[in-house]
């Protein structure tokens, strides 16, 4: 048990980080929608259409990492059970 | 011989007086390129979204553009921010509360120091600007071009007729018209820079 919970911290933490870094490492908050750019070519004006498209932010980040912590810190319990 | 230089006298008259006329432009934009972005640059975070649900009517006589009027509408619920949850905020009852107060509007009373080159004119313009049913009297820098035969271009030849191009930067405080006047101004900037960037038709 103690080592399936560690295991599964370090799979969400790996993950969370995996998926933060692979979209662009927003800093910002999480977006599920960003900005596309486009000229108009006969006003010139630059039109902003937003495309659907999910970019986990740093609360995602911090949120996951927490949940392994805790999973990770869980383990550590389990652990002091088994021994008792 | 008299009559027939009289009526081509009229007829070159009544074009001339058409011509000069001054043409209404209508902003409800079909190809959805119109569009108003706002930006609050707080030290703690920056806001930036726009706004798409633009509508309303320009009167502009190229001839004479220093009496330009008319009404820009933004509709409330159009404004977009990437986050969802800083969406329902912003359309919420504390911040613009879009339910109650659906429009977003400016109403152009005068155009002050005009200078025109070419197609393009700039001035400052005069006029009432109403967010959450707050109206305040603004003067803004904006600058405007007149697209002659344009539209054809636009819609795949399907309309005749010319294009009025309106470009505005300016800003307004969050704190004038009660938008959440109580939230940190560190976190959110009081100062809302806005740029208007708008497209309108005069069909033929």
Known sequence: MTKTLRILALLLALAAAGTWLATGGNRGWTKTSVPVKTIDEITGIEAVRYERRFLPGLEFLGAALLGASLLGGASFLFNKQTNN | ?204
């Open chain 2, 1 to 204: 011989m008299t009559n027939t230089i009289i009526t081509l006298l009229t007829l070159t008259a009544l074009t001339s007086a058409a011509l000069a006329a001054p043409q209404s432009f209508d902003f409800k934009d079909p190809k959805g390129v119109n569009n108003a972005v706002f930006r609050l640059d707080a030290p703690l975070e920056a806001i930036n979204g726009s706004a798409s649900g633009i509508s309303g009517t320009v009167t502009f006589d190229p001839a004479n553009p220093a009496d330009t009027k008319g009404k820009i509408v933004v509709t409330a619920a159009s404004l977009h921010v990437p986050n969802p949850m800083m969406k329902e905020h912003l359309h919420g009852e504390q911040w613009l509360n879009v339910a109650k107060h659906d429009e977003i509007t400016f109403e152009a009373k005068s155009l002050n120091n005009v200078k025109t080159t070419g197609d393009t004119t700039t001035a400052n313009v005069t006029g009432t600007m109403t967010v959450k049913g707050v109206a305040k009297e603004i003067t803004a820098p904006v600058k405007l071009t007149y697209l002659k035969d344009k539209l054809a271009a636009r819609t795949n030849g399907q309309m005749q007729g010319d294009l009025l191009v309106i470009r505005a930067n300016f800003a307004i405080k969050r704190s004038d018209f009660g938008i959440n006047p109580k939230a940190p101004e560190d976190k959110v900037a009081d100062t809302i820079e806005l740029t208007l960037s708008i497209a309108g038709a005069s069909p033929r």
